[in-house]
């Protein structure tokens, strides 16, 4: 490596870091106002993209290159500002008083409707944009020929920066925004049109994703994967920079890039005779980054400890099973051991009670650190992931036996829960989704990229269980027993001493503390228990598939598993086991049949959050509470 | 008798009749009435819980509320969002002050400041940073200073002062001398004394007796979300003995 | 035999806010049996004091002794489990758990038993949770959700859960705020009479006069970080320098008032 190339990845890591600036400013912009994590934000960025590498083109015949370009730029810009004003109109304003929880999954509902719209209006191919006119060229510097476009790109950031800090600063409008990120009904109160303000503010944020995205068009082709991709590194940056302030998140980007940048630079080198593609190391060092700075300042480099969230309405007591409840799950636990038999009159129905045995389990421990914790994971499906490929890479490169296969996919989960677990726990609300949801992405990544042990984009086949879990029926019985044995643990300790604390630690950290307990550590196992028991599902799944892939690690997985959760209701213990069953059976059936199954996924979780907050149980409680009103009067 | 959509000169300031209102899921008031003079100071008093604040946040539209009838100088306000409320003359000092922590004394009072000639809707006196900082000296010499960085009574102060920017008819005090030095207290009484006597409506939530008796002609004392007892300020005291609620310990 | 070292002994503490002295050079100590208000105006150094004995804030000098032994810059939760109390100004409790479960779960805190995984914690600590709901007045509500109760109750629970630790000294972060007169002196009542049978030593902040006049053994007053009276409440009340910088009274106030 020369010094030339790393001045040339010091300048590409800039002008990265330019547009990672644009998106996490803008959503730290509108957390700051609006208190909502715009999931979507990933998505105005993609969509800033999309409409300039079509806009350009077209202005460009009548207008000429340059002026189609840079019009191009401004229009999508636009675009995507009006697009951010509708969308708060329309969908945000409906949820400033929701809990957090459904804030977060609207934006993410969000997310995927416009994916999906964006694949209707684009088709799957990526595109590639028009070269910048006027700044194609190159510039010399030190003797080295730089891109033009890298170098405007790179002055561009900071230039963003300060008109942010002047707009904030020096204006009204910058006043009332700082002001309304305190404390925005005492903004109203002063007879300031606070619905306008949100809608101006959500419109400004948008843009500027919209207007980084735009200005990418020369650089890379506009790609359905962005949207979760720029969300994820925003994240990082976010969390890293520290929430709300602007200059923590150009100085994060900055950071970040630049490592990037630095392994890439580094390329492919040789150690001990094993060749190494550092640039995968890129990913590894953005998570060292994060780590290094979480350790040293919790808050992230700028930001400060956020104001307690609304939570929502305490939940009611938890209560054991009554005798018709026992009952109840007796019987259908008798019904799901009988499956192999129903099988033999409905073949389709083992497979299907295979599905909901996994997912059941797979909601379960998410609903543990997310109900009883308190604690939204969005990345949740990363340790189902481990388990699954730690289970098939021990199956089939290692040759264990079913049994240690299986253990050492569940090792490797809790290893990677307690790993990611200890730095999430740290950390508060919409950080600890944040994180969450970031650590997965890395996850994904790095299994998407470590061909040699994970397979890649193809993942790892043949993954079959030995005798006596080789047959149809072996496989599931095992499964429902490891299932049924997960899901009473889980349920067991809730109402043990453990999880009376989880569930205190949530309510309350400050008189958990001062009663001597020790909240971090209560919350850090128990998401290395719930990741342990994630990865007991994954790697359940990766023998019942035969195969795994990337896919079983993605976020939209981890979205699954809230919205299980969510569509069974999160106030109670069964919800998601309901929630797990309903899910499945939405998923293989209807889901099946369409190409834009995500914005319908998308329109399912927009209905629970808007229209049934509590979800199946919760719906059954109110229905039994009516009826016993009923019966009464 | 139905709101008139103008204001009347002969209408009182406040009148409410029939309120209802919300905290979250739950129903805090029970079809309260109340009725604030021009000019009048009137004291809402009750423990803790008992639907003060929500009663003063649901004038100003910060509480989920219905009511027979909510009218401000004779114009109903009871479809209209907060910051309507707040251009048509009402002042909000809410509890705990929620000063704008991060912003300069100055930057708070602006915020207050009324804008625009397009809502030209009669409001109360005029005031300005000169004439508000005239009414609290001690606010004079911190312009520059971030609101974070003032004490408790110092923020009281300016929570009042940025609510007469807008240039109120009406001012509703929540609680106005909660975990204020005794010294403190003392000067917003005299304050709020100089406001009443330039022509303001007050109507001021309180547990301390000390103010509302300098202050106030009547009182409400309110009681799980219902008017208990209504009258004079000199028959409280032997109202709210009995009560349990009011005075001393 | 010597005397009995007090509870609580803060000796010369001082505390620095970039540049701006917000304690200085503060001791005071606390007999078992007492009931000590710390008062003063805003911004003059409660909290900061107040944080410190509760170990949230480290002092740049000075040191904290409970009974005999430094404490100084241990950890809230450690000095938890010396046998401190706490209460807060807006009280804190576990709001999805019934009364009896709040504290139940202060109880197995206590006796460091929060990881057990597989006993119900509903049959652990029952009966002693039971009595102390009963000698705070909340015996008849155990079974209600805490979110379901009233704030003079929930205050009332708070207290319940700061003594289950068998704290030897209690500090209650105003104690009464937030209620109305007449729960203010039966809450005020409750910590004098539970003082007095316990042999605890309370410290607390407060913006009641009526309750630190009427209720405590003697107060401290805090100006700009600065100790500037510690005695007997009536001796405390008439000094004129307190007087002056807190107090007031060219009004007549309410102690004015027959």
């Given at each position: 490596?020369?010094?030339?190339?790393?001045?040339?990845?010091?300048?590409?890591?800039?002008?990265?870091?330019?547009?990672?600036?644009?998106?996490?400013?803008?959503?730290?912009?509108?957390?700051?106002?609006?208190?909502?994590?715009?999931?979507?934000?990933?998505?105005?960025?993609?969509?800033?993209?999309?409409?300039?590498?079509?806009?350009?083109?077209?202005?460009?015949?009548?207008?000429?290159?340059?002026?189609?370009?840079?019009?191009?730029?401004?229009?999508?810009?636009?675009?995507?500002?009006?697009?951010?004003?509708?969308?708060?109109?329309?969908?945000?304003?409906?949820?400033?008083?929701?809990?957090?929880?459904?804030?977060?999954?609207?934006?993410?509902?969000?997310?995927?409707?416009?994916?999906?719209?964006?694949?209707?209006?684009?088709?799957?191919?990526?595109?590639?944009?028009?070269?910048?006119?006027?700044?194609?060229?190159?510039?010399?510097?030190?003797?080295?020929?730089?891109?033009?476009?890298?170098?405007?790109?790179?002055?561009?950031?900071?230039?963003?920066?300060?008109?942010?800090?002047?707009?904030?600063?020096?204006?009204?409008?910058?006043?009332?925004?700082?002001?309304?990120?305190?404390?925005?009904?005492?903004?109203?109160?002063?007879?300031?049109?606070?619905?306008?303000?949100?809608?101006?503010?959500?419109?400004?944020?948008?843009?500027?994703?919209?207007?980084?995205?735009?200005?990418?068009?020369?650089?890379?082709?506009?790609?359905?994967?962005?949207?979760?991709?720029?969300?994820?590194?925003?994240?990082?940056?976010?969390?890293?920079?520290?929430?709300?302030?602007?200059?923590?998140?150009?100085?994060?980007?900055?950071?970040?890039?630049?490592?990037?940048?630095?392994?890439?630079?580094?390329?492919?080198?040789?150690?001990?005779?094993?060749?190494?593609?550092?640039?995968?190391?890129?990913?590894?060092?953005?998570?060292?980054?994060?780590?290094?700075?979480?350790?040293?300042?919790?808050?992230?480099?700028?930001?400060?400890?956020?104001?307690?969230?609304?939570?929502?309405?305490?939940?009611?007591?938890?209560?054991?099973?009554?005798?018709?409840?026992?009952?109840?799950?007796?019987?259908?636990?008798?019904?799901?051991?009988?499956?192999?038999?129903?099988?033999?009159?409905?073949?389709?129905?083992?497979?299907?009670?295979?599905?909901?045995?996994?997912?059941?389990?797979?909601?379960?421990?998410?609903?543990?650190?997310?109900?009883?914790?308190?604690?939204?994971?969005?990345?949740?499906?990363?340790?189902?992931?481990?388990?699954?490929?730690?289970?098939?890479?021990?199956?089939?490169?290692?040759?264990?036996?079913?049994?240690?296969?299986?253990?050492?996919?569940?090792?490797?989960?809790?290893?990677?829960?307690?790993?990611?677990?200890?730095?999430?726990?740290?950390?508060?609300?919409?950080?600890?989704?944040?994180?969450?949801?970031?650590?997965?992405?890395?996850?994904?990544?790095?299994?998407?990229?470590?061909?040699?042990?994970?397979?890649?984009?193809?993942?790892?086949?043949?993954?079959?269980?030995?005798?006596?879990?080789?047959?149809?029926?072996?496989?599931?019985?095992?499964?429902?027993?490891?299932?049924?044995?997960?899901?009473?643990?889980?349920?067991?300790?809730?109402?043990?001493?453990?999880?009376?604390?989880?569930?205190?630690?949530?309510?309350?950290?400050?008189?958990?503390?001062?009663?001597?307990?020790?909240?971090?550590?209560?919350?850090?196992?128990?998401?290395?228990?719930?990741?342990?028991?994630?990865?007991?599902?994954?790697?359940?799944?990766?023998?019942?598939?035969?195969?795994?892939?990337?896919?079983?690690?993605?976020?939209?997985?981890?979205?699954?598993?809230?919205?299980?959760?969510?569509?069974?209701?999160?106030?109670?213990?069964?919800?998601?086991?309901?929630?797990?069953?309903?899910?499945?059976?939405?998923?293989?059936?209807?889901?099946?049949?369409?190409?834009?199954?995500?914005?319908?996924?998308?329109?399912?979780?927009?209905?629970?959050?808007?229209?049934?907050?509590?979800?199946?149980?919760?719906?059954?409680?109110?229905?039994?509470?009516?009826?016993?009103?009923?019966?009464?009067? | 008798?139905?709101?008139?959509?103008?204001?009347?000169?002969?209408?009182?300031?406040?009148?409410?009749?029939?309120?209802?209102?919300?905290?979250?899921?739950?129903?805090?008031?029970?079809?309260?009435?109340?009725?604030?003079?021009?000019?009048?100071?009137?004291?809402?008093?009750?423990?803790?819980?008992?639907?003060?604040?929500?009663?003063?946040?649901?004038?100003?539209?910060?509480?989920?509320?219905?009511?027979?009838?909510?009218?401000?100088?004779?114009?109903?306000?009871?479809?209209?969002?907060?910051?309507?409320?707040a251009r048509l003359g009402v002042g909000y000092v809410p509890e705990d002050r929620r000063i704008f922590t991060e912003l300069t004394v100055a930057e708070n009072l602006d915020l207050g400041r009324r804008t625009g000639a397009s809502d030209a809707a009669p409001r109360g006196p005029r005031w300005s940073v000169e004439e508000v900082v005239a009414l609290f000296p001690n606010l004079g010499g911190m312009l520059d200073r971030p609101g974070g960085q003032m004490s408790g009574g110092e923020q009281q102060m300016l929570s009042v002062a940025r609510a007469l920017m807008g240039d109120p008819a009406l001012l509703l005090l929540?609680?106005?001398?909660?975990?204020?030095?005794?010294?403190?207290?003392?000067?917003?009484?005299?304050?709020?004394?100089?406001?009443?006597?330039?022509?303001?409506?007050?109507?001021?939530?309180?547990?301390?007796?000390?103010?509302?008796?300098?202050?106030?002609?009547?009182?409400?004392?309110?009681?799980?979300?219902?008017?208990?007892?209504?009258?004079?300020?000199?028959?409280?005291?032997?109202?709210?003995?009995?009560?349990?609620?009011?005075?001393?310990? | 035999?010597?005397?009995?070292?007090?509870?609580?002994?803060?000796?010369?503490?001082?505390?620095?806010?970039?540049?701006?002295?917000?304690?200085?050079?503060?001791?005071?100590?606390?007999?078992?049996?007492?009931?000590?208000?710390?008062?003063?105006?805003?911004?003059?150094?409660?909290?900061?004091?107040?944080?410190?004995?509760?170990?949230?804030?480290?002092?740049?000098?000075?040191?904290?002794?409970?009974?005999?032994?430094?404490?100084?810059?241990?950890?809230?939760?450690?000095?938890?489990?010396?046998?401190?109390?706490?209460?807060?100004?807006?009280?804190?409790?576990?709001?999805?758990?019934?009364?009896l479960e709040n504290v139940q779960m202060a109880l197995i805190a206590a006796r460091r038993g929060v990881f057990g995984f597989w006993h119900p914690a509903r049959r652990i600590a029952r009966e002693e949770a039971l009595a102390l709901l009963e000698q705070t007045g909340m015996g008849a509500q155990a079974e209600r959700p805490a979110a379901a109760l009233a704030y003079g109750d929930v205050k009332r629970l708070e207290l319940a859960m700061a003594l289950a630790g068998e704290p030897k000294l209690l500090l209650m972060d105003e104690p009464t705020a937030g209620m109305a007169a007449g729960e203010r002196r039966e809450m005020?009542?409750?910590?004098?009479?539970?003082?007095?049978?316990?042999?605890?030593?309370?410290?607390?902040?407060?913006?009641?006069?009526?309750?630190?006049?009427?209720?405590?053994?003697?107060?401290?007053?805090?100006?700009?970080?600065?100790?500037?009276?510690?005695g007997p409440v009536d001796a405390v009340r008439r000094d004129p320098l307190v007087r002056e910088v807190y107090l007031g009274g060219t009004r007549p106030g309410r102690e004015a008032r027959p």
């Amino acid at each position: 490596m020369s010094l030339d190339s790393l001045l040339f990845q010091a300048v590409n890591g800039l002008a990265s870091a330019s547009g990672l600036f644009l998106v996490a400013a803008g959503l730290s912009v509108i957390f700051g106002v609006t208190r909502i994590v715009n999931m979507a934000h990933g998505s105005f960025y993609m969509l800033g993209l999309y409409i300039a590498v079509t806009l350009a083109p077209l202005l460009g015949e009548h207008l000429g290159g340059a002026a189609g370009f840079w019009g191009g730029i401004a229009g999508a810009t636009l675009a995507v500002a009006l697009l951010g004003a509708a969308v708060e109109r329309v969908l945000l304003r409906r949820l400033y008083n929701a809990p957090e929880l459904y804030q977060l999954l609207a934006t993410f509902a969000l997310l995927l409707i416009i994916n999906d719209a964006a694949l209707f209006l684009w088709g799957p191919e990526d595109i590639l944009g028009p070269r910048a006119p006027g700044l194609s060229g190159s510039v010399e510097l030190l003797g080295r020929r730089l891109p033009q476009y890298d170098v405007f790109l790179a002055l561009i950031g900071p230039v963003v920066l300060v008109g942010l800090h002047l707009l904030l600063t020096r204006t009204r409008f910058g006043r009332l925004i700082r002001a309304a990120t305190q404390d925005r009904e005492m903004v109203a109160a002063l007879g300031i049109n606070e619905a306008l303000l949100f809608t101006a503010v959500f419109a400004l944020g948008a843009g500027i994703a919209g207007f980084g995205g735009a200005l990418q068009m020369a650089r890379e082709p506009a790609s359905l994967s962005l949207d979760l991709s720029v969300l994820g590194e925003a994240f990082v940056v976010v969390v890293v920079g520290g929430m709300g302030s602007i200059k923590g998140a150009y100085l994060a980007a900055v950071l970040v890039a630049e490592v990037k940048a630095l392994c890439t630079a580094l390329g492919v080198i040789e150690i001990a005779g094993y060749t190494f593609n550092m640039s995968w190391l890129t990913l590894v060092a953005e998570f060292l980054v994060m780590a290094v700075v979480l350790v040293l300042r919790p808050h992230g480099l700028f930001g400060r400890a956020l104001a307690a969230t609304k939570a929502g309405e305490a939940e009611p007591p938890l209560l054991p099973l009554d005798r018709r409840g026992r009952a109840l799950v007796l019987a259908a636990i008798l019904l799901f051991a009988a499956m192999p038999l129903i099988g033999m009159f409905f073949r389709y129905a083992p497979v299907l009670a295979l599905d909901m045995v996994i997912a059941a389990l797979f909601a379960a421990s998410l609903h543990f650190v997310m109900g009883p914790g308190g604690m939204a994971s969005f990345g949740h499906a990363a340790y189902f992931g481990l388990g699954a490929y730690g289970t098939a890479f021990a199956a089939t490169q290692l040759g264990l036996s079913t049994p240690l296969a299986f253990a050492t996919g569940i090792g490797t989960a809790a290893a990677g829960a307690a790993l990611f677990g200890w730095f999430c726990v740290r950390l508060e609300g919409v950080y600890f989704t944040m994180l969450t949801l970031a650590f997965a992405q890395i996850v994904w990544s790095i299994v998407y990229q470590w061909e040699d042990v994970t397979g890649g984009s193809n993942g790892l086949f043949g993954v079959w269980p030995d005798w006596p879990f080789d047959s149809r029926a072996g496989l599931y019985l095992a499964a429902l027993a490891v299932a049924l044995g997960g899901l009473a643990l889980l349920r067991r300790i809730v109402f043990a001493p453990f999880g009376l604390a989880l569930r205190a630690g949530r309510d309350s950290r400050l008189r958990a503390e001062a009663s001597g307990i020790p909240v971090a550590r209560v919350r850090w196992l128990s998401f290395a228990l719930a990741g342990t028991l994630c990865g007991a599902a994954g790697g359940l799944f990766a023998f019942a598939k035969g195969s795994i892939s990337p896919e079983a690690i993605s976020v939209g997985r981890s979205i699954d598993g809230l919205v299980m959760v969510l569509l069974g209701g999160v106030q109670s213990l069964m919800g998601p086991l309901l929630g797990a069953g309903a899910f499945t059976l939405l998923q293989d059936t209807v889901m099946r049949e369409t190409d834009y199954w995500r914005a319908l996924l998308g329109l399912v979780i927009l209905v629970l959050v808007l229209l049934f907050p509590f979800g199946i149980a919760g719906g059954l409680r109110r229905v039994a509470r009516l009826r016993r009103a009923g019966g009464a009067r | 008798m139905t709101a008139s959509p103008v204001p009347t000169a002969m209408a009182p300031m406040l009148e409410i009749d029939g309120l209802d209102a919300w905290y979250g899921e739950a129903q805090i008031l029970f079809g309260l009435s109340l009725t604030v003079g021009r000019g009048e100071a009137v004291a809402l008093v009750g423990r803790n819980g008992a639907g003060k604040s929500t009663t003063l946040k649901a004038i100003i539209g910060l509480a989920r509320r219905r009511a027979r009838r909510l009218a401000l100088r004779g114009a109903d306000i009871a479809a209209l969002p907060t910051h309507a409320i707040a251009r048509l003359g009402v002042g909000y000092v809410p509890e705990d002050r929620r000063i704008f922590t991060e912003l300069t004394v100055a930057e708070n009072l602006d915020l207050g400041r009324r804008t625009g000639a397009s809502d030209a809707a009669p409001r109360g006196p005029r005031w300005s940073v000169e004439e508000v900082v005239a009414l609290f000296p001690n606010l004079g010499g911190m312009l520059d200073r971030p609101g974070g960085q003032m004490s408790g009574g110092e923020q009281q102060m300016l929570s009042v002062a940025r609510a007469l920017m807008g240039d109120p008819a009406l001012l509703l005090l929540d609680e106005p001398s909660e975990g204020v030095a005794p010294i403190v207290v003392e000067q917003m009484i005299d304050a709020l004394l100089r406001l009443k006597a330039s022509g303001l409506s007050l109507l001021i939530s309180e547990q301390n007796s000390a103010l509302c008796e300098a202050i106030c002609e009547r009182a409400y004392l309110i009681e799980q979300g219902e008017l208990r007892w209504q009258g004079a300020m000199d028959g409280l005291a032997a109202a709210s003995e009995t009560a349990g609620i009011f005075g001393k310990i | 035999m010597s005397a009995p070292s007090p509870v609580l002994a803060v000796r010369g503490i001082a505390k620095s806010y970039g540049g701006v002295r917000a304690l200085d050079g503060v001791s005071f100590e606390i007999a078992a049996g007492e009931l000590l208000a710390l008062i003063g105006p805003n911004g003059a150094g409660k909290s900061t004091c107040f944080n410190i004995v509760n170990g949230q804030l480290r002092p740049d000098a000075g040191t904290v002794h409970i009974l005999g032994r430094d404490v100084t810059g241990l950890p809230p939760r450690r000095i938890a489990g010396l046998g401190v109390g706490r209460t807060f100004q807006v009280a804190a409790v576990f709001p999805s758990m019934t009364a009896l479960e709040n504290v139940q779960m202060a109880l197995i805190a206590a006796r460091r038993g929060v990881f057990g995984f597989w006993h119900p914690a509903r049959r652990i600590a029952r009966e002693e949770a039971l009595a102390l709901l009963e000698q705070t007045g909340m015996g008849a509500q155990a079974e209600r959700p805490a979110a379901a109760l009233a704030y003079g109750d929930v205050k009332r629970l708070e207290l319940a859960m700061a003594l289950a630790g068998e704290p030897k000294l209690l500090l209650m972060d105003e104690p009464t705020a937030g209620m109305a007169a007449g729960e203010r002196r039966e809450m005020i009542a409750l910590v004098r009479r539970l003082t007095r049978a316990r042999g605890l030593a309370v410290l607390f902040t407060e913006h009641s006069m009526d309750v630190v006049f009427g209720h405590a053994d003697r107060a401290i007053v805090l100006a700009r970080g600065r100790l500037i009276a510690d005695g007997p409440v009536d001796a405390v009340r008439r000094d004129p320098l307190v007087r002056e910088v807190y107090l007031g009274g060219t009004r007549p106030g309410r102690e004015a008032r027959p």
